[in-house]
């Protein structure tokens, strides 16, 4: 059973409340909860649609919430104090709650997580300690996958395949860290980044984001430093047919497994192209090949 949990903060309590897929909605009462069933008075069922999601308690009049970020945060309309926010752990929106964020919204949210974590690391002004960069990277690929699947949904839905590249940059920058995102661990005979080389990689993720692609190899602090490797530049497009179905394959993938993933994408049975433009010898106009 799907389930997803809200932080609630009511007029008379503050609790948890978690949400089934099924339709069904109870509070975790203090993590102790008894679940749905009839005879729980602090549990019933939710109706979502418009703008909001309506809940209607077994034992309480029913209560209309509204929301005016996809779903990550709720206001009761009648005027009173309650309010429901989905906690950054949990992920994005699930699609069968509210219909899932916008790629807008989800980028924000990936940017906000990016940008704390580099707050925190400028303001430690030290080398962090190895295994808690490792920590951070893992913490990271499972916190920013949910956001990054839902751009590129969005991105599927909306037909804008600026947004489906996103997973694919941010890969990029874990792998130029020396991080599988992949199987979520380190490449073979990487050593942990220094705090240098930390901040350029989240800067690198933040431009991901963002939708830039970084095209100059990376800096490099000194060898065996930990620092970030230099990256030979990508290969030129060769041509546009290529590259426009390599876009189709990459919206169905965000994060995953599957062979024309974005995470082991096969690019037509070529190595991966660059995002530049076609040399301008190449480039074709009406048929007709430019001079």
Request: net charge positive; proline share 9%.
């Given at each position: 059973m799907a389930l997803v949990q809200y932080e609630a903060v009511h007029k008379q309590w503050t609790d948890s409340i978690i949400f089934s897929r099924d339709g069904k909605f109870w509070r975790a009462e203090g993590g102790s909860s008894r679940g749905w069933s009839e005879?729980?008075?602090?549990?019933?069922?939710?109706?979502?649609?418009?703008?909001?999601?309506?809940?209607?308690?077994?034992?309480?009049?029913?209560?209309?919430l509204q929301t005016h970020?996809?779903?990550?945060?709720f206001q009761c309309t009648k005027g009173y104090q309650f309010t429901l926010s989905l906690p950054l752990a949990q992920g994005a929106v699930p699609q069968w709650l509210f219909g899932g964020q916008s790629a807008e919204q989800a980028q924000a949210e990936m940017q906000r997580l990016l940008q704390r974590e580099?707050?925190?690391?400028?303001?430690?002004?030290?080398?962090?300690?190895?295994?808690?960069?490792?920590?951070?990277?893992?913490?990271?690929?499972?916190?920013?996958?949910p956001f990054a699947q839902a751009v590129a949904q969005a991105g599927k839905q909306k037909k804008a395949p600026r947004l489906v590249n996103v997973p694919l940059l941010l890969k990029m920058a874990f792998e130029s860290a020396g991080w599988d995102v992949q199987k979520n661990v380190a490449l073979g005979g990487t050593a942990p980044p220094n705090a240098a080389a930390l901040e350029v990689f989240l800067l690198a993720a933040l431009d991901g984001v963002?939708?830039?692609?970084?095209?100059?190899?990376?800096?490099?602090?000194?060898?065996?430093?930990?620092?970030?490797?230099?990256?030979?530049?990508?290969?030129?497009?060769?041509?546009?047919?290529?590259?426009?179905a390599q876009q189709l394959a990459d919206r169905d993938a965000a994060f995953g497994d599957c062979p024309t993933s974005v995470i082991s994408p096969e690019w037509c049975g070529r190595a991966?192209?660059?995002?530049?433009?076609?040399?301008?010898?190449?480039?074709?106009?009406?048929?007709s090949q430019l001079p």
């Amino acid at each position: 059973m799907a389930l997803v949990q809200y932080e609630a903060v009511h007029k008379q309590w503050t609790d948890s409340i978690i949400f089934s897929r099924d339709g069904k909605f109870w509070r975790a009462e203090g993590g102790s909860s008894r679940g749905w069933s009839e005879q729980n008075r602090n549990a019933g069922r939710w109706e979502s649609g418009g703008t909001g999601i309506k809940l209607l308690w077994s034992a309480w009049p029913p209560e209309q919430l509204q929301t005016h970020d996809g779903g990550r945060t709720f206001q009761c309309t009648k005027g009173y104090q309650f309010t429901l926010s989905l906690p950054l752990a949990q992920g994005a929106v699930p699609q069968w709650l509210f219909g899932g964020q916008s790629a807008e919204q989800a980028q924000a949210e990936m940017q906000r997580l990016l940008q704390r974590e580099l707050e925190r690391l400028r303001q430690r002004r030290a080398d962090p300690p190895p295994p808690r960069v490792v920590q951070l990277f893992r913490d990271l690929t499972l916190g920013l996958k949910p956001f990054a699947q839902a751009v590129a949904q969005a991105g599927k839905q909306k037909k804008a395949p600026r947004l489906v590249n996103v997973p694919l940059l941010l890969k990029m920058a874990f792998e130029s860290a020396g991080w599988d995102v992949q199987k979520n661990v380190a490449l073979g005979g990487t050593a942990p980044p220094n705090a240098a080389a930390l901040e350029v990689f989240l800067l690198a993720a933040l431009d991901g984001v963002a939708g830039k692609r970084k095209r100059d190899p990376a800096p490099s602090a000194g060898a065996g430093d930990g620092a970030m490797p230099a990256t030979e530049p990508p290969p030129e497009l060769v041509s546009y047919p290529a590259f426009l179905a390599q876009q189709l394959a990459d919206r169905d993938a965000a994060f995953g497994d599957c062979p024309t993933s974005v995470i082991s994408p096969e690019w037509c049975g070529r190595a991966e192209p660059s995002m530049g433009d076609v040399p301008w010898g190449a480039q074709a106009v009406g048929g007709s090949q430019l001079p």
